[in-house]
């Protein structure tokens, strides 16, 4: 017999329409906790309002005090003065502390503690050594390998240079980072040298120079070009006080190699003065000939 037809008509539609939908019920059937599962659903009492009530009822009723004891009653009133914690007469807010040093403090990248040092070796006065632009072109983080292991430590090559034609480089190794920029900067301002420009503001003659696996091409421009090249020859041209220069970097762009290449090409022009005295013609000839002077 079909367990079905022991129910009342209205659920046995319900049941006939669940059964002709998803399975048919057997009284042999094993899944015997289906029928309960579906007589929940269509019972004719609802218990979710009865569900919702007993939810209210729990969130309505009042909380009870963390701490037991505690009445608001007991607290005292803060409308009303107190002669222990309240102060009579005027309140002066003390003045808040200044923390920051009032003489700015140079970092070591910046300033350079030797000075004196400097100045005795280069001859320089220690206004003009504070005075010298100072670029930190390449820092990178480098590996000796020994027989004790991997040593790391920070490679920084700093280029310097007063804006008038004198220019130098340095390279510095340390294990931090400061400390290896102020070795890289010393250096390049021991290493100082003056770079000869035409009228103040580019080369003399176009030059192509090699170094290792990198070769540049300079060629000089007219006035008002403004400095075209790779960024590393647009420090170093603004370092020594070249303003119209175009440049092209071949083979390696390896920012060293570009730089020593740069100021090494820029060592190696040619004067008017030595062109004049290899050629056998004097100083004006030469420079009617080659720069359109008189």
Same mark, same amino acid.
């Given at each position: 017999?079909?367990?079905?037809?022991?129910?009342?008509?209205?659920?046995?539609?319900?049941?006939?329409?669940?059964?002709?939908?998803?399975?048919?019920?057997?009284?042999? $059937?094993?899944?015997? @906790?289906?029928?309960?599962?579906? &007589? !929940?659903?269509?019972?004719?009492?609802?218990?979710?309002?009865?569900?919702?009530?007993?939810?209210?009822?729990?969130?309505?009723?009042?909380? !009870?005090?963390?701490?037991?004891? &505690?009445?608001?009653?007991?607290?005292?009133?803060?409308?009303?003065?107190?002669?222990?914690?309240?102060?009579?007469?005027?309140?002066?807010?003390? $003045?808040?502390?200044?923390?920051?040093?009032?003489?700015?403090? +140079?970092?070591? /990248?910046? /300033?350079?503690?030797?000075?004196?040092?400097?100045?005795? *070796?280069?001859?320089?006065?220690?206004? /003009?050594?504070?005075?010298?632009?100072?670029?930190?072109?390449?820092?990178?983080?480098?590996?000796?390998?020994?027989?004790?292991?991997?040593?790391?430590?920070?490679? *920084?090559?700093?280029?310097?240079?007063?804006?008038?034609?004198?220019?130098?480089?340095?390279?510095?190794?340390?294990?931090? *980072?400061? +400390?290896?920029?102020?070795?890289?900067?010393?250096?390049?301002?021991?290493?100082?040298? =003056?770079? %000869?420009?035409?009228?103040?503001?580019?080369?003399? @003659?176009?030059?192509?120079?090699?170094? @290792?696996?990198? +070769?540049?091409?300079?060629?000089?421009?007219?006035?008002?070009?403004?400095?075209?090249?790779?960024?590393?020859? @647009?420090?170093?041209?603004?370092?020594?006080?070249?303003?119209? &220069? $175009?440049?092209?970097?071949?083979?390696?762009?390896?920012?060293?190699? *570009?730089?020593?290449?740069?100021?090494?090409?820029?060592?190696?022009?040619?004067?008017?003065? %030595?062109?004049?005295?290899?050629?056998?013609?004097?100083?004006?000839?030469?420079?009617?000939? =080659? =720069?359109?002077?008189?």
């Amino acid at each position: 017999m079909n367990l079905v037809a022991k129910f009342p008509i209205p659920l046995r539609k319900s049941f006939i329409n669940v059964a002709n939908n998803a399975f048919v019920f057997n009284e042999y $059937s094993p899944k015997k @906790h289906l029928i309960l599962h579906h &007589l !929940r659903a269509f019972s004719t009492t609802s218990t979710s309002t009865d569900t919702n009530k007993d939810k209210n009822d729990k969130f309505s009723r009042p909380l !009870r005090p963390r701490v037991g004891g &505690l009445d608001i009653f007991r607290l005292s009133d803060i409308s009303k003065l107190d002669p222990i914690l309240d102060v009579s007469g005027t309140i002066i807010d003390p $003045s808040f502390p200044v923390t920051r040093p009032s003489v700015v403090i +140079t970092a070591p /990248e910046t /300033e350079s503690d030797d000075t004196d040092a400097l100045s005795a *070796v280069t001859g320089l006065s220690p206004s /003009e050594i504070r005075d010298l632009q100072k670029k930190t072109l390449i820092i990178k983080r480098v590996i000796n390998q020994t027989e004790k292991g991997r040593i790391p430590s920070m490679y *920084v090559l700093v280029v310097v240079g007063n804006g008038k034609g004198v220019a130098g480089f340095g390279e510095g190794k340390h294990d931090e *980072v400061p +400390t290896a920029i102020k070795k890289a900067t010393n250096k390049a301002i021991k290493s100082l040298r =003056y770079f %000869e420009r035409y009228d103040d503001r580019t080369l003399y @003659h176009d030059i192509e120079h090699k170094f @290792h696996g990198t +070769t540049i091409k300079l060629w000089v421009r007219p006035p008002g070009f403004g400095i075209r090249c790779n960024h590393y020859i @647009h420090e170093i041209a603004k370092c020594i006080g070249i303003q119209d &220069l $175009s440049a092209k970097v071949f083979g390696s762009c390896n920012g060293m190699n *570009v730089i020593k290449c740069t100021f090494e090409a820029l060592n190696s022009q040619k004067l008017p003065s %030595e062109i004049a005295k290899s050629r056998g013609k004097n100083l004006v000839d030469v420079y009617h000939t =080659y =720069y359109g002077t008189k």
